[in-house]
């Protein structure tokens, strides 16, 4: 096919290309199969760990020559050889830049000239001194309401180099306070409906452990999850332990379930059983499910008086007895197009198996995403299996490999946002605000209007200058054209980043800031499991002016006269690090857990422990399951609440007190289908985290004809007459971008698959609205939260058309250096 020769030959490029062709060669190309990555690191190489594990990297004293993922990583991430670009690609940041109108004129300047006017090289005093002027002069004209630092996004690990907390410790030393935010845009929805349901924030929780998965559930269905890809990463370092599980389970032959408008890796691996459901149609097939439990009397009635609150109200709604529409399987199968035999099928093995519910977040990044989450464990409450080992439902096997059993290694302390107390008392003693982190568009635009939040009445601040660490908004943010024309109201916008990402581009002032690679720091192995502690070395000194997060900061603290209060009198890195493990030492003695001296645990660099019994044994819910009583859940009935009284006080019209299907702003049954008849899945990449390593050698992994991928089915590119390999349009009312077609029959007919982070590259960045020249889905999706309650993003509810591309594609220029003006 095509496709592959493509393929063969963006790898063979790849190898010809840059010294990353070492990398990649050292890596081998079998990713994420056992075994497959070449283990030759030296003694004499240096330890370090990213967002995609723990490696070894051999220098030549300046530069990374060579890197081998550690040994006690089976299931490296293929994203490994990217990892080490970024410190080498052309879109580096090199030196501390400033937008040249700006450095004329400062906040007055001309804003509209944003992400399209020429860089100027500032020395690092320079730029201390710009940045530390204006912050103090939004903070004395405006007050701390007057500055963003929400800074929200997937910052590098490390406990030190923490770059959200150094942003708000410096600013919190300052005093006035700033505004800051509320949730992710990972879970929204569910982080806020979940603790109405079962009192907690449930997303972010360990999940029955993986080996009782493996000896107890029958079923296993990924219901809008791909733990196959997007385990390749964690938020602190992750040990793969998930690729273990799903071996061991898949060893067994059992049942894999896959609900998912693409026929993802996860149904590949498994060889699972696809259910192609339409896009954004979830909650209705699972109320089909519920509704042939019930009539079929197969749910579980005890389970559900025992440890459950509200079935009696939500069954009138199940039932149709007020609207006239009982939520059959036939009802369903017209809203999702899943065969109604199959919803009742489902539903009966379900019953009849011991099954797990295991659901990605696609599903709450959804218009009225909380929806379907509170629907998930009303049917896992049906099943009456919650408790029970490998039943019920688990919303973190597809991240950060949930499911890993726990050790006994203790945690490490970490760099502190300086706020008394630890807690956000910025928020009350300095009058300044916190809003839903997705709203940040919104009260740019609307200064001082109220929103409804979760039962709260939350009033934007008026905000001046925004502050971004650590975060790439231009890629994450939902509406670019909007969000493009509601940054103009910014007097300044501040960034630091290491890659000249859409969102630097965009900024006012660009510090330039060492990877992970180029400084010290520490970090947790296993986000649930706890395996170890990795030391994060230094592995080069700083490229180019580089400096660390900390050290800007520590410099615009002592601009401040704040510098003491800033470094608590430490001097250097390891100064932090070295407190951060003694920390945990402590806490190892208390559990009477034996740990190497500091010094001793650096010079390996790794340290990890076996996994408990208690750990391998860990069933979900099993304690609330034994005594309801004495593990109440913090609900206010302390059982499940699949009727909420608290939902239905805020009295909510796109909320309401059980789960309901509701339409979506936008979806394929809809009215506007007809104009935009496909759906658009922005689905997390596979060869990146987010928009990380999009400027990396990586791309030749993916891109077609440079562009981002799109992935058509046979039939939607025939009727349109696309060819793999063509350059195509997808656009509706929000704006356009350009891409390169994949035809492919892993996605369904009506929907196409962009991956959300690719880069936004505005063919006019000064004209908002301009086509989009390598692929950001962002450009295309609506800016609108879930509902009241948890005004989280909707990143998946996005409908558009394409066509082939007629006239000769702009040439990219987003993934070389701005223009800079000598
Ligand atoms: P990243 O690409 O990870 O995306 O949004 P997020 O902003 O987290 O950006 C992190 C940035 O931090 C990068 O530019 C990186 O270079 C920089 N960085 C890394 N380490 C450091 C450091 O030490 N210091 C500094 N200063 N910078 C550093 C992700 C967000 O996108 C998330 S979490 C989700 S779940 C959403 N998903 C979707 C989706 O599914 N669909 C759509 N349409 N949109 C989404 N957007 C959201
Ligand atoms: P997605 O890829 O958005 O991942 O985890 P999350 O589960 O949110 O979606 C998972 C699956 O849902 C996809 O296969 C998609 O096709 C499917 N899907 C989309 N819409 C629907 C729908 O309406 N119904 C159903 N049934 N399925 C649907 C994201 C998680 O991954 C997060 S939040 C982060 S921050 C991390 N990000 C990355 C990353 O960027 N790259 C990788 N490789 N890994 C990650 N892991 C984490």
Same mark, same amino acid.
């Given at each position: 096919m095509a496709r592959s020769e493509d393929r063969n030959l963006s790898r063979r490029q790849v190898l010809e290309g840059s010294v990353a062709a070492g990398l990649l060669a050292a890596l081998g190309n079998g990713v994420l199969a056992k075994g497959a990555f070449a283990q030759t690191a030296a003694a004499s190489d240096i330890l370090s760990a990213s967002h995609w594990g723990v490696f070894k990297a051999t220098t030549d004293g300046t530069r990374i020559v060579k890197i081998a993922a550690h040994e006690k990583d089976p299931y490296p991430s293929r994203c490994l050889p990217g990892v080490i670009d970024v410190m080498y690609s052309p879109t580096r940041i090199k030196y501390p830049m400033v937008r040249a109108g700006y450095l004329k004129d400062g906040y007055k300047s001309d804003r509209t000239k944003r992400g399209a006017e020429e860089f100027v090289r500032v020395s690092w005093d320079q730029a201390i001194d710009i940045v530390a002027k204006e912050i103090d002069r939004v903070l004395t004209t405006h007050g701390g309401q007057a500055v963003f630092a929400g800074s929200y996004g997937w910052k590098s690990p490390g406990k030190l180099h923490n770059c959200r907390s150094l942003l708000q410790r410096y600013l919190n030393q300052l005093g006035k306070g700033f505004v800051s935010h509320s949730g992710d845009y990972s879970t929204g929805a569910s982080q806020i409906i979940m603790p109405h349901v079962v009192g907690k924030l449930e997303v972010y929780e360990q999940q029955t452990a993986w080996p009782v998965v493996v000896s107890d559930t029958n079923t296993l269905v990924f219901w809008g999850a791909d733990p196959f890809n997007t385990n390749q990463i964690g938020w602190l370092i992750p040990e793969h332990g998930a690729y273990e599980g799903m071996k061991a389970y898949k060893d067994t032959g059992k049942k894999v379930i896959v609900i998912d408008p693409v026929r993802t890796e996860t149904v590949d691996y498994f060889n699972a059983q696809w259910v192609p459901i339409r896009p954004q149609t979830d909650s209705a097939v699972m109320l089909g499910m519920a509704h042939t439990l019930y009539t079929e009397k197969l749910h579980d009635e005890k389970f559900l008086k025992d440890y459950c609150t509200g079935f009696d109200q939500f069954l009138p709604y199940l039932l149709g007895e007020k609207d006239k529409t009982p939520k059959t399987a036939e009802w369903a199968s017209a809203i999702s197009e899943v065969p109604a035999d199959l919803i009742k099928e489902l539903a009966r093995s379900f019953a009849k198996n011991r099954t797990m519910l295991a659901s990605g977040w696609s599903i709450q990044r959804q218009h009225h995403g909380e929806q379907a989450h509170w629907m998930l464990v009303t049917l896992a409450c049906m099943l009456g299996q919650i408790g029970l080992p490998g039943g019920g439902f688990g919303l973190s096997y597809h991240y950060s490999s949930g499911g890993t059993p726990e050790t006994a290694c203790p945690a490490l302390s970490g760099i502190t946002d300086g706020s008394k107390a630890g807690a956000q008392p910025w928020l009350s003693e300095a009058g300044s605000a916190s809003i839903p982190l997705a709203r940040v568009v919104d009260m740019l635009e609307n200064p001082g209007k109220t929103i409804d939040f979760n039962g709260k009445k939350i009033t934007y601040p008026d905000v001046k200058l925004s502050y971004w660490v650590g975060g790439n908004p231009f890629a994450h943010h939902q509406d670019r054209n909007r969000m493009v024309k509601a940054w103009q109201k910014l007097d300044t916008f501040i960034v630091h980043d290491f890659q000249w990402t859409p969102t630097a581009r965009m900024a006012d002032i660009v510090l330039p800031v060492t990877t992970s690679y180029e400084r010290d720091d520490i970090e947790q192995l296993g986000d649930y499991s706890l395996r170890g502690i990795v030391a994060m070395k230094k592995i080069v000194p700083p490229m180019f002016e580089a400096k660390s997060d900390y050290d800007i900061f520590r410099l615009l603290a002592k601009a401040a006269g704040k510098e003491k209060e800033f470094t608590e009198g430490k001097n250097t890195d390891l100064d932090w690090v070295k407190t951060f493990y003694d920390d945990a030492a402590k806490l190892g003695k208390e559990k009477k857990v034996t740990m190497p001296s500091f010094d001793e645990f650096w010079k390996s660099g790794y340290l990890d422990f076996p996994a408990t019994e208690e750990g391998k044994k860990f069933v979900r819910y099993g304690d609330f399951r034994a005594d309801p009583v004495f593990s109440a859940l913090g609900t206010p009935s302390g059982k499940i609440e699949i009727y909420s009284k608290n939902i239905e006080k805020m009295a909510y019209d796109d909320c309401p007190p059980h789960p309901t299907w509701m339409e979506p702003?936008?979806?394929?049954?809809?009215?506007?289908a007809k104009t935009y008849p496909l759906h658009v899945v922005t689905k997390h990449p596979r060869y990146r985290l987010h928009s990380q390593l999009c400027g990396t050698i990586l791309r030749k992994e993916y891109a077609v004809k440079e562009r981002a991928p799109l992935l058509i089915n046979p039939k939607d590119a025939e009727a349109r007459g696309i060819k793999d390999g063509d350059i195509v349009r997808l656009f509706n009312d929000r704006g356009q971008i350009l891409a390169g077609a994949v035809v492919t029959d892993k996605v369904r007919a009506n929907c196409v698959v962009c991956e959300e982070g690719n880069w936004y590259d505005p063919?006019?960045?000064? &004209?908002? #609205?301009?086509?989009? &020249?390598? #692929?950001?889905p962002n450009v295309l999706t609506p800016d609108i939260g879930t509902s009241k309650l948890a005004q989280g993003n909707c990143g998946h509810t996005v409908i558009a058309q394409v066509e082939k591309y007629a006239g000769e594609a702009p040439a990219l220029t987003v993934f070389v250096e701005p223009k800079m003006k000598a």
């Open positions: 702003l936008e979806w394929l049954g809809g009215a506007t063919a006019d960045p000064a &004209k908002p #609205g301009s086509i989009c &020249k390598f #692929g950001d």
